[in-house]
């Protein structure tokens, strides 16, 4: 009997370690050698390795980011979804548990006296007219894992618990450059503000020297009215900027979990500088870096497990169960040891028979859902390539354009001052002045917004590269 069991035991240990579904292995994408536009390089550093208060080193960024990061709400509930999964993960190992329950139970039955039952009590003479049966018992059941459906469960289990860190990280990216982003914005309108108000009182005293030659009859009403209307166009940019600026500054305490308030900061947009080479590495290094990339990896883990799952349902499923405990038809006699002790140790195999039709159409079902998930994991890197090489290429263009805007901006600022100056003598006429200061204004105003979106665009490609989390 003993030789019996052990060779039982072994043949379940063989079969629990074999697989009844084969997985599908991480696909490997088609990558470059190197970014476009990149020069091919094996070199694998990566600003995406960079933690972000290295990169990002303005201090009120610094805080606004720190306190997104601590109290944003998506966050908040990343990380709750981080908690209900490890709680599934430490459940799911209880599987290879044996359910164990405690039954205690007492019942009298009064049958029929024309009954069968009844009927036996009379013929036996048995006095009494009631049957009493009272039982305590502990019953164990357990379901051998032959064909790996507990392992696939626990794979899965974990799988997703991953997939919540990878969701976190990358809730994170995403604060750290959206935050970044809004910041340089506000920055902008900083400058721009600043830029209204000047050219507003450069257009003042354009405006009192015109004034002026109209009282001594050498221009005419029409000088003055343009003027005044030039002066308007750029006063009205001033409560423009006031409130974009209102409504960043709004835009961007919320997003760091604060009530809407003023944000303090001393640095302006050309304060904030980056090295000029802001290495990408390699394009293979964002398969483990990016935290979609990974989700996306992960979850065809669970379509994996997911198949094995389904595919064993379909197959004999072995369950032992053992009962034992103390059994009486008389209460006085419950107890009474070892009279009343009993035990019940049985062994089944179930094999689905009509729901096998159901059941292997679920599992053809996982097959194509793990498909696709094959499929999602190839676009979600080719999505990640395409956007690091057009955060490359913005920052590339964007560096050529901010050169020539700020020439331009140089060019337009000495003609304003020249145009003043003829004016002054005599030797310009009025339209020469305003429309000098009407390009100077529009000319200041391109340049900075290019230097945002210069900024930007290396906010975007940090995140695109998976920067951010560390």
Request: some cysteine.
């Amino acid at each position: 009997m003993k030789k019996y069991i052990n060779g039982l035991a072994f043949i379940l240990v063989i079969l629990s370690a074999c697989n009844v579904s084969k997985n599908i292995g991480t696909p490997k994408p088609e990558l470059p050698d190197s970014f476009r536009n990149a020069v091919a390089t094996t070199d694998t550093t990566s600003i995406g390795d960079i933690p972000w208060k290295s990169f990002f080193t303005d201090v009120t960024l610094q805080k606004l980011i720190d306190s997104a990061i601590a109290k944003n709400y998506d966050m908040q509930l990343a990380l709750k979804n981080i908690e209900a999964s490890q709680l599934l993960v430490k459940q799911v190992k209880w599987n290879y548990v044996p359910e164990v329950g405690l039954n205690v139970t007492a019942n009298t039955t009064r049958p029929s006296d024309n009954s069968i039952t009844g009927l036996s009590l009379s013929q036996y003479k048995i006095g009494e007219k009631h049957i009493e049966d009272y039982s305590a018992n502990l019953s164990v059941s357990w379901e051998a894992d032959i064909w790996g459906k507990i392992r696939n469960q626990n794979k899965s289990a974990l799988a997703a618990y991953l997939q919540t860190t990878e969701a976190k990280k990358a809730i994170q990216t995403n604060i750290v450059a959206s935050v970044s982003q809004g910041y340089y914005n506000l920055l902008m309108l900083d400058d721009q503000l600043a830029i209204a108000k000047t050219n507003v009182a450069l257009n003042d005293s354009t405006l009192r020297i015109i004034k002026l030659q109209f009282d001594a009859g050498q221009v005419t009403s029409l000088a003055v009215q343009q003027a005044q209307a030039q002066q308007m166009a750029a006063a009205e940019l001033v409560p423009q900027f006031e409130r974009d600026i209102t409504l960043q500054e709004n835009a961007l305490q919320i997003l760091a979990g604060e009530l809407p308030a003023k944000i303090e900061r001393n640095a302006g947009l050309n304060d904030i500088t980056f090295n000029e080479s802001l290495s990408a590495g390699i394009p293979s290094a964002i398969l483990s870096r990016r935290p979609d990339v990974r989700s996306q990896e992960l979850a065809l883990t669970i379509a994996n497990a997911k198949v094995g799952i389904n595919k064993a349902a379909m197959y004999p499923a072995l369950r032992i169960t053992a009962q034992g405990g103390v059994n009486s038809f008389k209460a006085s006699n419950w107890f009474n040891i070892p009279a009343s002790l009993f035990g019940v140790v049985a062994g089944s195999v179930v094999q689905p028979l009509l729901d096998h039709k159901l059941l292997k159409t679920q599992y053809d079902v996982a097959k194509v859902e793990r498909e696709a998930t094959v499929i999602s994991f190839r676009q979600s890197v080719l999505v990640a390539v395409g956007e690091v090489s057009d955060a490359q290429v913005k920052i590339e263009q964007l560096k050529v354009q901010q050169g020539i805007a700020a020439k331009r901006v140089q060019t337009l600022q000495q003609a304003t001052a020249n145009s003043r100056m003829l004016f002054q003598n005599g030797m310009a006429n009025y339209l020469e002045v305003i429309t000098a200061q009407s390009n100077v204004l529009q000319s200041e105003l391109e340049l900075a917004s290019i230097k945002r979106s210069e900024l930007s665009a290396v906010s975007e490609l940090y995140r695109a590269l998976g920067g951010g989390w560390r």
